[in-house]
């Protein structure tokens, strides 16, 4: 009995079953995808998340800014706690002993939080401006990894927050991780995993692993990373809307997780997943859902229960999401839809019932017509034939098409109808024009035309817009220090522009000559989509409530137009572009719910879209009214 002890004794602690062998490791991680459940933060939203040592999770969301602790069993442990008011946008944390945790926001503070959320102490970071994106331990256990998404960069610090070694050549680094002596990082630009050995290696995206698509070992937008047992690699597949198992030769072996097709649903179906995390002492896979606030456990389904048909689905196409950008053909019949999800520029038929697409164009890469990551989009008025303008983020670059498209009976799909005009790279002509030098090359997000043919596309990188002639060369700028923080629309208004600033919670409208912006007040934490009503008003949507607002051509209180979070007909979900025609109807990119929204100049209501995140009371018609 003694002996017995003894070696019971020396044998350690119990690992849990998939670590127990490596065989049953790779087995039982290649066969996570059983949803164990969710947790819910709303209204909170979850932006990053990293496993414990002792098991479970720790998450950090934004507005409200705090962090939550859940448990293995994943319950949560306890209430929230506020970050410091330093943290107000976390963007990655790392656990430290002692219950302590590294966490990093997208400002660029770098620091030491306790259990409770108080401050222990500020390390420096890079010296030079930086928006980070993830965290992560180093190559050895040594050290922090992190991203920089301003500079394409990722950088190595030590245990007191100093920079050790830099890399460049990245687009958007998104997700980080170490296995062995590995650096992996996902790159949402590329939609590729780039490895490389930082003691002897700079990192290549030519030689990366993946492509843009659905199918296995394909990417779209990936983001989180994670080790487990430093032989695999889980990548959250945002676009894709599941996670994908790697192993560390590069080789996708598993993946788990089917775009919900009902909203809200759970069940194992995921919504734009973007942190992921493995508890080692349990085996259980954490995924949060920003758009669904929430976060989904994964595990190992137990074998003698039955499969559920849709945990056996494979999605083999992307997904048509309207995007996060659109625009009208002023007094026209087009709209002009930017699709991130599949890196296409999609042109429909608008005044029907459901808007019919007649061509599109784009798909991955760097040459003309192709994109990475298109984001705003805007006709060019007072062309003979109509000419879209799209910001092609990740090429950092304009590009100009135009769709000489007549109407016939019977309506068809045109291929080949959408060409390409000029294309300007950004980066270059900013280094041309004095006033657009920078520190960083640009990034670009939203954009609008006015009747003049002025373009103007936001510059998030810089805190700007640049302004363009319909010949794409440059004619200004505006800026506003302290005020323009991070746009994410902006409208042509009259001679000016009007921007919602997601970052400052402001609208401000710029006009060429005046050196300080116009501010209007809006009582949103969140404008995501704005555009000036041919009566005067001003028309937003709020992306932390999911709501469409009013304001007065007089000014004064917003009026609430369709607000709460839903498939309802007066409901909105993380609703993005409005946009507004010469007759007054106005148009709503309800992104959550992938369907557009139309308010007509007499109030009339009408939703298209996919039919399962069409109101419930309109599935047939689509129609409802505005009281």
């Given at each position: 009995?003694?002996?017995?002890?003894?070696?019971?004794?020396c044998?350690?602690?119990?690992?849990?079953?998939?670590?127990?062998?490596?065989?049953?490791?790779?087995?039982?991680?290649?066969?996570?995808?059983?949803?164990?459940?969710?947790?819910?933060?709303?209204?909170?939203?979850?932006?990053?998340?990293?496993?414990?040592?002792?098991?479970?999770?720790?998450?950090?969301?934004?507005?409200?800014?705090?962090?939550?602790?859940?448990d293995?069993?994943?319950?949560?442990?306890?209430?929230p706690?506020?970050?410091?008011?330093?943290?107000?946008?976390?963007?990655?944390?790392?656990?430290?002993?002692?219950?302590?945790?590294?966490?990093?926001?997208?400002?660029?503070?770098?620091?030491?939080?306790?259990?409770?959320?108080?401050w222990?102490?500020?390390?420096?970071?890079?010296?030079?401006?930086?928006?980070?994106?993830?965290l992560?331990?180093?190559?050895?256990?040594?050290?922090?990894?992190?991203?920089?998404?301003?500079?394409?960069?990722?950088?190595?610090?030590?245990?007191?927050?100093?920079?050790?070694?830099?890399?460049?050549?990245?687009?958007?680094?998104?997700?980080?991780?170490?296995?062995?002596?590995?650096?992996?990082?996902?790159?949402?630009?590329?939609?590729?995993?780039?490895?490389?050995d930082?003691?002897?290696?700079?990192?290549?995206?030519?030689?990366?692993?993946?492509?843009?698509?659905?199918?296995?070992?394909?990417?779209?937008?990936?983001?989180g990373?994670?080790?487990?047992?430093?032989?695999?690699?889980l990548?959250?597949?945002?676009?894709?809307?599941?996670?994908?198992?790697f192993?560390?030769?590069?080789?996708?072996m598993?993946?788990?997780?089917?775009?919900?097709?009902?909203?809200?649903?759970?069940?194992?179906r995921?919504?734009?997943?973007?942190?992921?995390?493995?508890?080692?002492?349990?085996?259980?896979?954490?995924?949060?859902?920003?758009?669904?606030r929430?976060?989904?456990?994964?595990?190992?389904?137990?074998?003698?229960?039955?499969?559920?048909?849709?945990?056996?689905?494979?999605?083999?196409?992307?997904?048509?999401?309207?995007?996060?950008?659109?625009?009208?053909?002023?007094?026209?019949?087009?709209?002009?839809?930017?699709?991130?999800?599949?890196?296409?520029?999609?042109?429909?038929?608008r005044?029907?019932?459901?808007?019919?697409?007649?061509?599109?164009?784009?798909?991955?890469?760097?040459?003309p017509?192709?994109?990475?990551?298109?984001t705003?989009?805007?006709?060019?008025?007072?062309?003979?034939?109509?000419?879209?303008?799209?910001?092609?983020?990740?090429?950092?670059?304009?590009q100009?098409?135009?769709?000489?498209?007549?109407?016939?009976?019977?309506?068809?799909?045109?291929?080949?109808?959408?060409?390409?005009?000029?294309?300007?790279d950004?980066?270059?002509?900013?280094?041309?024009?004095?006033?657009?030098?920078?520190?960083?090359p640009?990034?670009?997000?939203?954009?609008?035309?006015?009747?003049?043919?002025?373009?103007?596309?936001?510059?998030?990188?810089?805190?700007r817009i640049?302004?363009?002639?319909?010949?794409?060369?440059?004619?200004?700028?505006?800026?506003?220090p302290?005020?323009?923080?991070?746009?994410?629309?902006?409208?042509?208004?009259?001679?000016?522009?009007?921007?919602?600033d997601?970052?400052?919670?402001?609208?401000?409208?710029?006009?060429?000559?005046?050196?300080?912006p116009?501010?209007?007040?809006?009582?949103?934490?969140?404008?995501?989509?704005?555009?000036?009503?041919?009566?005067?008003?001003?028309?937003?949507?709020?992306?932390?409530?999911?709501?469409?607002?009013?304001?007065?051509?007089?000014?004064?209180?917003?009026?609430?137009?369709?607000?709460?979070?839903?498939?309802?007909?007066?409901?909105?979900?993380?609703?993005?572009?409005?946009?507004?025609?010469?007759?007054?109807?106005?148009?709503?990119?309800?992104h959550?719910?992938?369907?557009?929204?139309?308010?007509?100049?007499t109030?009339?209501?009408?939703?298209?879209?996919?039919?399962?995140?069409?109101?419930?009371?309109?599935?047939?018609?689509?129609?409802?009214?505005?009281?």
């Open positions: 009995m003694t002996v017995l002890l003894l070696l019971l004794l044998s350690g602690p119990v690992l849990p079953s998939w670590a127990q062998n490596s065989t049953e490791a790779e087995d039982e991680v290649l066969s996570l995808g059983h949803s164990l459940g969710t947790v819910s933060f709303a209204p909170a939203v979850p932006v990053a998340i990293c496993s414990l040592e002792r098991g479970g999770f720790a998450v950090l969301t934004e507005r409200p800014a705090q962090l939550w602790i859940i293995s069993s994943g319950e949560k442990d306890g209430a706690v506020a970050l410091p008011a330093a943290i107000s946008r976390p963007r990655g944390i790392l656990p430290l002993s002692r219950g302590h945790f590294i966490v990093v926001d997208r400002s660029g503070v770098l620091g030491e939080i306790d259990r409770k959320g108080r222990v102490r500020t390390l420096p970071g890079p010296a030079a401006a930086w928006q980070p994106a993830a992560a331990i180093g190559p050895g256990g040594e050290g922090w990894l992190v991203t920089d998404l301003l500079r394409g960069q990722v950088h190595h610090l030590d245990v007191d927050g100093l920079v050790q070694k830099s890399w460049s050549g990245f687009i958007e680094p998104t997700g980080i991780c170490a296995i062995g002596e590995q650096i992996w990082v996902s790159d949402r630009g590329h939609h590729r995993l780039i490895r490389f930082p003691r002897t290696e700079q990192p290549d995206p030519t030689t990366a692993i993946g492509d843009h698509g659905a199918a296995p070992g394909l990417l779209a937008a990936p983001m990373l994670c080790s487990v047992a430093d032989r695999w690699l990548v959250s597949d945002r676009d894709n809307h599941r996670v994908q198992v192993g560390r030769h590069g080789i996708s598993h993946s788990f997780g089917i775009h919900s097709m009902l909203p809200r649903v759970a069940l194992g995921l919504h734009y997943p973007t942190g992921v995390a493995f508890d080692h002492t349990t085996g259980v896979c954490g995924v949060i859902e920003p758009s669904e929430r976060l989904q456990r994964f595990g190992v389904r137990d074998p003698e229960s039955p499969v559920p048909a849709a945990e056996q689905w494979q999605r083999v196409d992307l997904v048509s999401h309207y995007g996060a950008y659109w625009a009208l053909q002023r007094g026209g019949r087009l709209l002009a839809v930017s699709e991130p999800d599949s890196e296409r520029i999609s042109v429909l038929v005044d029907l019932e459901n808007p019919f697409e007649v061509d599109d164009i784009g798909g991955h890469g760097s040459l017509t192709r994109f990475r990551t298109p705003g989009i805007d006709f060019l008025p007072g062309t003979s034939v109509p000419r879209i303008v799209v910001a092609d983020r990740g090429n950092r670059r304009l100009m098409f135009e769709v000489p498209w007549k109407m016939t009976e019977p309506l068809r799909r045109e291929p080949a109808l959408i060409r390409l005009v000029r294309s300007v950004l980066e270059q002509l900013a280094r041309q024009y004095p006033s657009w030098h920078a520190s960083v640009p990034r670009l997000t939203a954009l609008a035309c006015n009747e003049s043919g002025t373009i103007a596309v936001c510059d998030e990188a810089n805190a640049l302004l363009l002639d319909a010949r794409f060369r440059a004619i200004g700028v505006f800026e506003a302290g005020l323009l923080r991070q746009a994410t629309a902006i409208s042509a208004d009259g001679d000016g522009f009007l921007v919602a997601a970052g400052s919670g402001q609208l401000l409208r710029f006009v060429p000559g005046q050196l300080v116009e501010l209007i007040e809006t009582g949103s934490t969140m404008p995501v989509g704005v555009d000036r009503h041919p009566d005067g008003s001003i028309w937003f949507t709020n992306g932390a409530n999911h709501s469409l607002l009013r304001i007065p051509p007089e000014g004064g209180e917003a009026e609430v137009i369709l607000a709460g979070a839903g498939t309802g007909e007066r409901q909105l979900f993380r609703p993005r572009a409005v946009k507004i025609d010469e007759d007054g109807s106005v148009w709503v990119l309800d959550g719910n992938h369907r557009g929204v139309v308010i007509s100049p109030g009339e209501l009408r939703h298209f879209g996919s039919k399962p995140y069409l109101p419930a009371a309109a599935a047939g018609s689509g129609k409802g009214r505005v009281q």
